[in-house]
């Protein structure tokens, strides 16, 4: 007889960016395991982004999913589609420009770029990756960008 489990369907919204196979040097051998980086967000101004390490690509999954969810940072969002202004930032290599957008335009980003505002619910948005290709740069380098935005009301900061 088996067990009757119904497996919960979680409320975020969870994609892996990077899979990398890392090794170490010890005295018995090469250790070999897994690094992966996802990226997870409910779709409505939150969103996070963790890294796992561990023997197969499973485990290594559920603790960077786990580690993002626990780290998520709210993002200001205009009218629940779009960013309050325009922000350019440099992380490491990695530039970034985020640039709201008028409704209707949609996502106009790149790979890593677009997954994390997908993840926290921007609609409408323009977006420019400058200086590297390294996609975990790139994820760091917009989830930095979108923390540091600031929603303006006429004149006031709010």
Do not use: C
Not at 65 to 82: E, G
Not at 120 to 133: E, M, P, Q
């Amino acid at each position: 007889m088996q067990p009757n489990f119904v497996r919960e369907q979680s409320e975020f919204f969870e994609k892996v960016i990077q899979v990398n196979r890392v090794s170490k040097k010890t005295k018995g051998g090469d250790k070999r395991s897994l690094s992966v980086i996802v990226v997870a967000g409910d779709k409505k101004g939150r969103v996070g982004v963790g890294l796992g390490k561990a023997a197969d690509v499973q485990s290594a999954v559920r603790k960077a999913s786990a580690y993002a969810k626990k780290h998520m940072i709210n993002v200001p969002l205009i009218d629940n589609r779009t960013i309050p202004h325009t922000i350019n930032i440099k992380l490491g290599a990695a530039r970034v420009l985020l640039k709201p957008a008028p409704p209707g335009t949609g996502i106009i980003a790149g790979g890593a770029v677009r997954v994390v505002v997908e993840a926290a619910g921007i609609s409408d948005i323009v977006s420019k990756v400058l200086g590297t290709s390294n996609q975990a740069s790139n994820v760091y380098a917009t989830l930095e960008a979108l923390s540091r935005l600031k929603l303006i009301e006429r004149g006031k900061k709010v």
